[in-house]
């Protein structure tokens, strides 16, 4: 099922949590809302769910205007971050229990319900659970329970709000591999709130940043993260150096030190306030009496996990830069804690100065 959006706006006071937020989520796409905390991310997926009212504008599921409709005429399964499961039912009736609480003239009989529900179970691949209590779980097995329960009602629109955001790293990467896998075979329209960035580009087909109850940027995992339409995108994407100087011929002008690579296209007049942003593997270290331009930084320290090392520096204004080498770059380079060298950038990415944009 298709899901629009129209100029949805919601006030909590004086706060604005959503913005005049219009989107469209086609039928079949799995969908990352993704951003921090105060967004709207949340908001948003709850006014969809009929659990909130918007202010002002449209909810449409499949063409029609769905903004009046109860939740319980949404055909809407809702997954919580804290798995919200029945403390006093099994895992086999806490799957059940939303079949079972359907009117009679729609509920199945009782032995169309525990087939649908084992079928489930297996599913999620914890058939093996189906008498176990909550309590006997671990978090990872509650999340898929709940999503198991959620999908037991036939919902044409799947929303899960951090999901996995109340879970340790390793199962957090285990849970969200498998989401995309379950989404593969079923195809069900989901949308899902994270505030973590390799979560959404790792799971997502799609994927929206917001950032104060506004859209920043919609797009493909890939495109948002090469191609950052603003500031803000680049900062919250990964990790990331930000530079703030001015235009000065075919660079950017930090302080004393020039970095010597072209503004980008966009008509950055001579002399203009800029914010430049390159990735950590998009700097270079070079030593400080050699040729060219650059940032003069002072090495803090060096940590080397597997095929790449990460070098941690510090500007003359005390601020934080990182790079990521090769180990036999580092190794050629001879560095060393407490060294003078220079950051030499491979890419640049250069916008207009905006006040609290970036990191």
């Known amino acids: 099922m298709s899901i629009q959006v ?57 063409g029609e205007d769905a903004s009046a409709k109860h939740v319980r005429e949404r055909q809407v399964g809702f997954v919580f971050q804290h798995y919200a499961l029945f403390r006093h039912m099994s895992v086999f009736d806490n799957v059940a229990f939303g079949i079972r609480m359907k009117p009679r003239a729609q509920r199945p009989p009782e032995q169309a319900i525990r087939a649908k529900v084992r079928r489930l179970l297996e599913l999620v691949q914890l058939a093996w659970l189906a008498d176990r209590f909550p309590s006997q779980l671990s978090g990872g097995q509650r999340q898929r329970i709940a999503l198991a329960r959620a999908l037991a009602v036939e919902p044409r629109v799947l929303l899960l709000d951090e999901p996995f955001g109340a879970l340790d790293a390793k199962v957090r990467k285990e849970l969200r591999r498998w989401l995309r896998q379950l989404h593969d075979e079923l195809h069900i329209t989901s949308i899902f709130v994270t505030h973590d960035q390799e979560e959404a580009l790792e799971v997502a087909d799609r994927v929206v940043l917001m950032n104060r109850g506004r859209v920043e940027q919609t797009g493909a995992p890939e495109e948002v993260y090469r191609q950052p339409a603003t500031p803000f995108v680049y900062g919250f994407l990964g990790a990331v150096n930000l530079f703030h100087g001015r235009v000065d011929g075919e660079g950017v002008r930090v302080g004393d030190d020039l970095l010597p690579h072209p503004a980008q296209e966009g008509g950055l007049s001579e002399g203009a306030q800029v914010m430049a942003f390159a990735r950590p593997y998009e700097l270079d270290i070079v030593p400080d009496d050699g040729p060219g331009g650059g940032i003069t930084a002072k090495v803090s320290r060096m940590l080397s996990f597997g095929v790449t090392a990460r070098i941690e520096l510090d500007g003359d204004d005390g601020q934080r830069f990182e790079v990521e080498l090769t180990r036999e770059r580092v190794a050629a380079l001879g560095l060393a804690a407490g060294q003078t060298v220079r950051l030499a950038p491979s890419n640049l990415r250069v916008f207009e100065y905006e006040e609290g944009a970036g990191i």
């Open 6 to 62: 129209r100029n949805i706006a919601k006030r909590f006071g004086g706060f604005i949590a959503l913005d005049d937020v219009t989107l469209d989520f086609p039928s079949g796409e799995l969908v990352a809302l993704l951003g921090p905390s105060g967004c709207g991310k949340t908001t948003l997926l709850r006014i969809i769910a009929g659990l909130e009212r918007a202010d002002g504008g449209q909810v449409l599921l499949e």
